[in-house]
T-cell receptor
Framework: QKEVEQNSGPLSVPEGAIASLNCTYSDRVSQSFFWYRQYSGKSPELIMSIYSNGDKEDGRFTAQLNKASQYVSLLIRDSQPSDSATYLCAVNAILTGGGNKLTFGTGTQLKVEL | NAGVTQTPKFQVLKTGQSMTLQCAQDMNHNSMYWYRQDPGMGLRLIYYSASEGTTDKGEVPNGYNVSRLNKREFSLRLESAAPSQTSVYFC?????????????FGNGTRLTVT
């Protein structure tokens, strides 16, 4: 089982719809969760970070975290063609011996169609 | 502010050649990282430096060396390039150790080893 799993997609949604991107993780001690957006040929850029259970909203983006079920999701409302990109989920766990381990998923490709 | 600056942007090497990838950040971050990104593999950590004066191996350190020159600069060296090192390399930085604060990525270096 991969430590951080994402459906590779592509996930196609029509313009104006809600895009729902999901990520599951295996390490129960994970404490910090991040969503990055990566356009083709570009570097990842941070969209959202979430640290506690529940929803966190920032503009058209909402991150949802459920630690009991070990999943984190990203909702994009009113999807725009400019949202077409690969979305990377990253999960951090604090190690028992100290330090952190940040693991990235392989990403979900989102296509927003006109 | 430039953020995280990587050089070069593109590089072609022959097997056995050496090169150094340079990275500098101007955000006064303590931690710096080198990742490689390959299709279907996601981002994998090569080496990191939690703070000035320290470096540690990541998931895939073989064939690489690093130097944390000062708080701003973190270089990655390939001593004897191999075709398996063909990849996109990203330098990143964060205020504190990864996972506790978001990563900021440079624009990447596309390396081809023939």
């Amino acid at each position: 089982q991969k430590e951080v799993e994402q459906n590779s997609g592509p996930l196609s949604v029509p313009e104006g719809a809600i895009a729902s991107l999901n990520c599951t993780y295996s390490d129960r001690v994970s404490q910090s969760f991040f969503w990055y957006r990566q356009y083709s040929g570009k570097s990842p850029e941070l969209i959202m970070s979430i640290y506690s259970n529940g929803d966190k909203e920032d503009g058209r983006f909402t991150a949802q975290l459920n630690k009991a079920s070990q999943y984190v999701s990203l909702l994009i409302r009113d999807s725009q063609p400019s949202d077409s990109a690969t979305y990377l989920c990253a999960v951090n766990a604090i190690l028992t011996g100290g330090g952190n381990k940040l693991t990235f998923g392989t990403g979900t490709q989102l296509k927003v169609e006109l | 502010n430039a953020g995280v600056t990587q050089t070069p942007k593109f590089q072609v090497l022959k097997t056995g050649q050496s090169m150094t990838l340079q990275c500098a950040q101007d955000m006064n971050h303590n931690s710096m990282y080198w990742y490689r990104q390959d299709p279907g593999m996601g981002l994998r950590l090569i080496y990191y430096s939690a703070s000035e004066g320290t470096t540690d191996k990541g998931e895939v350190p073989n064939g690489y060396n690093v130097s944390r020159l000062n708080k701003r600069e973190f270089s990655l060296r390939l001593e004897s390039a191999a075709p398996s090192q063909t990849s996109v390399y990203f330098c990143a930085s964060s205020l504190i150790d990864r996972g506790q604060s978001p990563l900021h990525f440079g624009n990447g270096t596309r390396l081809t080893v023939t």
